[in-house]
């Protein structure tokens, strides 16, 4: 066990519709980073949070948004969502930019 | 950004063979991890290894930052080692960076 939580583990919804993922890092851990991980792709950085502060953009569509609240969870809110969303999201935290990060078990995301 | 090349994308094992996987990266690096994604799609960290070398168990990890290449040694495999392993490398405060990973079957 990682100690890093993310919710749902899956999720299957339509094209068009919104979802929210949630994850809550680990104990004393300030950044919160969110990872996609599809089949033609690998695993794509997204988005960073440290301290409730927006850290570091990746390769994230407008139509998804994140961010971290002030008990340090963060929240992943995907919109219109295509089939090509259909993919593994990993959240992950870390003490501090550029220490070492604990993945959660993922949300398996299936758009249909 | 930086590039993480690993090798060799395929590996079969005889169960109870060693094998050696590679990582090299264009950039100085700080960080640098290996994961272990299991059948289940859970990211298992292995080691975080920026440089020198580091043992458990039956896996070691040695990381040469100054020719920029890390490798991950596994030990008398077994099955339940199958799965993809992952390079990770990370460069000042930013986010890591995946390679595309080496995918290990071991066999009986």
Known sequence: ?112 | GIQVEQSPPDLILQEGANSTLRCNFSDSVNNLQWFHQNPWGQLINLFYIPSGTKQNGRLSATTVATERYSLLYISSSQTTDSGVYFCAVGAGSYQLTFGKGTKLSVIP
């Open chain 1, 1 to 112: 066990d990682s100690g890093v939580t993310q919710t749902p583990k899956h999720l299957i919804t339509a094209t068009g519709q919104r979802v929210t993922l949630r994850c809550s890092p680990r104990s004393g851990d300030l950044s919160v980073y969110w990872y996609q991980q599809s089949l033609d792709q690998g695993l794509q950085f997204l988005i960073q949070y440290y301290n409730g502060e927006e850290r570091a953009k990746g390769n994230i569509l407008e139509r998804f948004s994140a961010q971290q609240f002030p008990d340090l969870h963060s929240e992943l809110n995907l919109s219109s969502l295509e089939l090509g969303d259909s993919a593994l999201y990993f959240c992950a935290s870390s003490v501090g930019s550029g220490t070492e990060a604990f993945f959660g078990q993922g949300t398996r995301l299936t758009v249909v």
